[in-house]
C-alpha cells in the first residue's frame, strides 16, 4: 500500500542554519505530496503542496520539489527562526481532491536562538 | 469563520464508558475525517464522509462510529472505550473538488483507563 516516510527526530538547529528533511513515498500512480506543520498545542496546518512531478511548492521560505524519480519530497529552508520551531508531517494522496491522507510520522524541529 | 471546532479539548474515560467526540465546521466543505496520532505514528485516518449521509472507513475504524446527518457536523462516537483508544484526534474539512488543502481543528485528546 502507500506509504511516506519521513526522517527520524528530532533536529535541533541554531537560528539561521539551513534545514532539510527528508520525505520518501510509496504509491501507484501519481500522488500528490503535501508538507504539514503543527505547532505546538495546535492542529496541522498546510504548508506547501506538490501536485504533479518537477513541481515546487514554497510557503513561508519553506520548499520541495517533487521528484518522481527518486521519490522524494524532501523540505527545505535556508534560514531557520526560532518561530519555525514545530513538527512536520509529509503527506500524499491518490486522490484528486486531496483527501484520504497518508502521512509520515512527523519530524520534530527545534530551532534555538 | 471559526473554522473546524472541536468539542471537547480533553477527556479521560474509563475502560468500556462509551462517548462522542464533536467536530463542526463552518465553510461549508463537503468532505470532514477524523484521524488520531499517536507517537511515532504520524496521524492514522479512523474514518471520512464526502457528505451528508455518506461515511467511510479509513485506514483504523475499529472501534469508533460515525454519522453525517448535515454538512457541518461529523461527530465520532466510542462505543466502548479501551485503552489503546488513548490519543490525540483531530477532526479535518476540506472542498471535495480540487482543494488540496484539509483544515484541521485543534484536537481532542483522549486518555482511556
Known amino acids: 500500500g502507500d506509504s511516506v516516510t519521513q526522517m527520524e527526530g528530532p533536529v535541533t538547529l541554531s537560528e539561521e542554519a539551513f534545514l532539510t528533511i527528508n520525505c520518501t513515498y510509496t504509491a501507484t500512480g501519481y500522488p500528490s505530496l503535501f508538507w504539514y506543520v503543527q505547532y505546538p498545542g495546535e492542529g496541522l496546518q498546510l504548508l506547501l503542496k506538490?501536485?504533479?512531478?518537477?513541481d515546487k511548492g514554497s510557503n513561508k521560505g519553506f520548499e520541495a520539489t517533487y521528484r518522481k524519480e527518486t521519490t522524494s519530497f524532501h523540505l527545505e529552508k535556508g534560514s531557520v527562526q526560532v518561530s519555525d520551531s514545530a513538527v512536520y508531517f509529509c503527506?500524499?494522496?491518490?486522490?484528486?481532491?486531496?483527501?484520504?491522507?497518508?502521512f509520515g510520522k512527523g519530524t520534530t524541529l527545534s530551532v534555538s536562538s | 469563520n471559526a473554522g473546524v471546532t472541536q468539542t471537547p479539548k480533553f477527556q479521560v474515560l474509563k475502560t468500556g464508558q462509551s462517548m462522542t467526540l464533536q467536530c463542526a465546521q463552518d465553510m461549508n466543505h463537503e468532505y470532514m475525517s477524523w484521524y488520531r496520532q499517536d507517537p511515532g505514528m504520524g496521524l492514522r485516518l479512523i474514518h471520512y464522509s464526502v457528505g451528508a449521509g455518506i461515511t467511510d472507513q479509513g485506514e483504523v475504524p475499529n472501534g469508533y462510529n460515525v454519522s453525517r446527518s448535515t454538512t457541518e457536523d461529523f461527530p465520532l462516537r466510542l462505543l466502548s472505550a479501551a485503552p489503546s483508544q488513548t490519543s490525540v484526534y483531530f477532526c479535518a474539512s476540506s472542498r471535495v473538488v480540487s482543494s488540496y488543502e484539509q483544515y484541521f481543528g485543534p484536537g481532542t485528546r483522549l486518555t482511556v483507563t
Open positions: 503527506a500524499l494522496t491518490r486522490n484528486q481532491a486531496g483527501t484520504a491522507l497518508i
Open positions: 506538490a501536485t504533479k512531478a518537477d
